[in-house]
């Protein structure tokens, strides 16, 4: 049921506080998703200069993330990761990643110039008028056969150049998201920081992030862990809450296992899956082994306990 509410009297709607979207990017390719989410970056770059957060050049930067751009605008996190790759192509924003599990920065644009340099116009509009003088059968009627012909052939390689566009679309937007989720999960383990403390561990790192990446960005409906079809959605979600400490949890694992592995990535997709329930219990038995250890303890001879 609706609600009943009051009309607007005199210049009572200067009470409320609204958010600014640019008309030129109501007008250009944005999506209206993309383009609110500008506005509610706009607004909080006002909050951030009375906040003093400006870099060293005097350039004011906002923290905007993944979990807000959700929130605000109700979707997913791959709608909410496209449109942040949709400003950030247009050119609306930049975004500086900081390390050390910190949010990134990001610089909202100042939107100064003429739209036309953003959105550059994809074509003229074509007229849908019937061709032809008066009195003259228009293209492609019954009673002129070739020209037909000519313009069936015409829309079959329209729709040849639609289909490929449309996957060559595909792909660069699974490259935009795959690139969003390689950047967020190097920011939840604090990457720069592993490799900066463990130098010789980098390349072991890149590749848990390239089989977290792979595996969030699946196409597929499910994930196979552990001989298990998970829901991709539920293994996205379990791979973006890992953290720095669950990553060098499964580094030890990996190379204190004494058993032969036959199929390590799937082993190690097991074992970043299950970080967050195993490894309290993984360290919890290792303090508990070592209490249980003999000590050395001198016997009366003075030799000590072997």
């Given at each position: ?36 989410l500008y506005g509610l970056m706009l607004d909080r770059v006002g909050l951030s200069a009375r906040n003093g957060w400006v870099d060293g050049q005097g350039r004011v930067f906002i923290h ?62 074509v007229s849908t008028a019937p061709k032809g003088r008066s009195g003259l059968p228009g293209e492609g009627a019954p009673d002129r056969p070739e020209r037909a012909a000519k313009e069936t ?154």
């Amino acid at each position: 049921m609706g609600l009943h509410l009051d009309y607007f009297y005199g210049d009572e709607a200067a009470d409320f506080r609204f958010y600014r979207v640019p008309k030129a990017l109501l007008d250009g390719e944005l999506s209206l998703e993309a383009a609110t989410l500008y506005g509610l970056m706009l607004d909080r770059v006002g909050l951030s200069a009375r906040n003093g957060w400006v870099d060293g050049q005097g350039r004011v930067f906002i923290h905007f993330v993944q979990t807000d751009v959700q929130k605000r605008l109700r979707c997913g996190h791959n709608r909410a990761t496209a449109f942040m790759r949709e400003l950030e192509r247009a050119g609306l924003i930049e975004r500086k990643r900081q390390g050390l599990g910190r949010p990134a920065r990001i610089y909202v644009k100042n939107l100064s110039g003429p739209v036309e340099a953003l959105f550059p116009a994809s074509g003229e509009a074509v007229s849908t008028a019937p061709k032809g003088r008066s009195g003259l059968p228009g293209e492609g009627a019954p009673d002129r056969p070739e020209r037909a012909a000519k313009e069936t052939e015409k829309k079959e390689t329209d729709l040849n150049k639609t289909h490929l566009t449309s996957s060559a679309r595909r792909d660069r937007d699974r490259m935009d998201e795959m690139g969003w989720v390689r950047e967020e999960i190097r920011e939840n383990i604090d990457y720069e920081g592993l490799v900066r403390d463990h130098p010789g561990d980098g390349e072991l790192f890149d590749g848990y992030v390239e089989l977290m990446v792979e595996a969030a960005c699946s196409t597929r409906e499910t994930v196979r862990v552990c001989g298990q079809d998970i829901p991709t959605a539920a293994v996205r979600s379990r791979l973006l809450k890992l953290g720095r400490e669950h990553v060098l949890y499964v580094r030890d694992c990996l190379c204190h296992a004494t058993a032969a592995i036959g199929n390590i990535k799937a082993y190690t997709l097991a074992a970043l899956y299950n970080a967050p329930a195993t490894m309290g219990q993984y360290y919890a038995a290792l303090v508990s082994r070592d209490l249980a250890a003999p000590e050395h303890i001198p016997r009366e001879s003075g030799h000590p306990v072997p």
